[in-house]
């Protein structure tokens, strides 16, 4: 069973960047699609950006197009979330997930999140 940690998160002011880590144990991030997703507090989670297994296709969230981007390097087992011009409204716990199909939702593995704090 694949196994994910997140990693990269923190406290960055407004226009700043991040780059967040998924990192895949005990098993292979290669036959999966890989999400992430982001949940602030009272809100429900939401989708941030999507990657095929290939790393050929990507989705994106209106909200986050042209600032994020999503990449995978299968060799090291990781999927990582370039984050660009953060905005305060960026802040929220991101979580990575992976599973058999691209897309939106329907993602069979979660990890335990990390945390971003955009300061205005």
């Known amino acids: 069973q694949v196994q994910l940690v997140e990693s990269g998160g923190g406290l960055v002011q407004a226009g700043g960047s991040l780059r967040l880590s998924c990192a895949a144990s005990?098993?292979?991030?290669?036959?999966?699609?890989v999400g992430w997703f982001r949940q602030s507090p009272g809100k429900e989670r939401e989708f941030v950006a999507a990657v095929t297994m290939s790393g050929n296709i990507k989705d994106y969230a209106d909200s986050v197009k042209g600032r994020f981007t999503i990449s995978r390097d299968n060799s090291k087992n990781t999927v990582y979330l370039q984050m660009n011009s953060l905005k305060p409204e960026d802040t929220a716990v991101y979580y990575c997930?992976?599973?058999?199909?691209?897309?939106?939702?329907?993602?069979?593995?979660w990890g335990q999140g990390t945390q971003v704090t955009v300061s205005s």
């Open positions: 005990g098993g292979t991030l290669r036959p999966y699609a």
């Open positions: 997930a992976a599973g058999p199909r691209f897309g939106r939702q329907s993602y069979t593995y």
